[in-house]
């Protein structure tokens, strides 16, 4: 347990569909990433919100929206994915988004491992 | 470009010693890190490095050489549990992390 939880687990949707994903933090942490994970690639800075507000957003389609209501959640929102985006969906957190380690370590959630027919 | 370069995948045995190479060409540098990822599981720290030299923590170390761009994570009396990927992150002049491909590792008995 890192003390990030994601919901759900494993998401199979159509191209069609709107889905959420959902990432709680536990930590009291300031700073909270979506990464997208393919196989035998880096991981993938998506969007970055510190003190909930976004800092980052690394040319990622509009068909994800990412939500940011407070410093403990995050939302992913989907909408008319396509197949390509299929992949794990990590969110992580961290004190702060400067400084040394102990800013700047990351606790990372479990994942989504979203599936998109 | 920023670029991380780690090897895909190594094997080695039980009870052995194994080191994983991380060169790294980042604009800026504050610092690196190592994570270890099971399979379907969250990834999670291992170490960090901002400063030349060796860190030590148990049976794993982390080298860091600045001036080489280059890091290794050191993992000896190797246990079947180290079986896992290791990801290499650097922290770049953003304080944002540039990540590695990962090294998958299997452990043979």
């Known amino acids: 347990e890192t003390g990030v939880t994601q919901t759900p687990r494993h998401l199979v949707m159509g191209m069609t569909n709107k889905k959420s994903l959902k990432c709680e933090q536990h930590l009291g942490h300031n700073a909270m990433y979506w990464y997208k994970q393919s196989a035998k690639k880096p991981l993938e800075l998506m969007f970055v919100y510190n003190f909930k507000e976004q800092t980052e957003n690394n040319s990622v389609p509009s068909r994800f929206s990412p939500e940011c209501p407070n410093s403990s959640h995050l939302f992913l929102h989907l909408h008319t994915l396509q197949p390509e985006d299929s992949a794990l969906y990590l969110c992580?957190?961290?004190?702060?988004?400067?400084?040394?380690?102990?800013?700047?370590?990351?606790?990372f959630g479990p994942g989504t491992r979203l599936t998109v027919l | 470009g920023q670029n991380i370069d780690q090897p895909t995948e190594m094997t080695a045995t039980e009870g052995a010693i194994v080191q994983i190479n991380c060169t790294y060409q980042t604009s800026g540098f504050n610092g690196l890190f190592w994570y270890q990822q099971h399979a379907g599981e969250a990834p999670t720290f291992l170490s960090y490095n901002v400063l030349d030299g060796l860190e030590e923590k148990g049976r794993f170390s982390s080298f860091l050489s600045r001036s080489k761009g280059y890091s290794y994570l050191l993992l000896k009396e190797l246990q079947m549990k180290d079986s896992a990927s290791y990801l290499c992150a650097v922290s770049d002049s953003n304080y944002q992390l540039i990540w590695g491909a990962g090294t998958k590792l299997i452990i043979k008995p």
């Open positions: 992580a957190s961290s004190l702060g988004t400067s400084g040394d380690s102990s800013y700047n370590e990351q606790f």
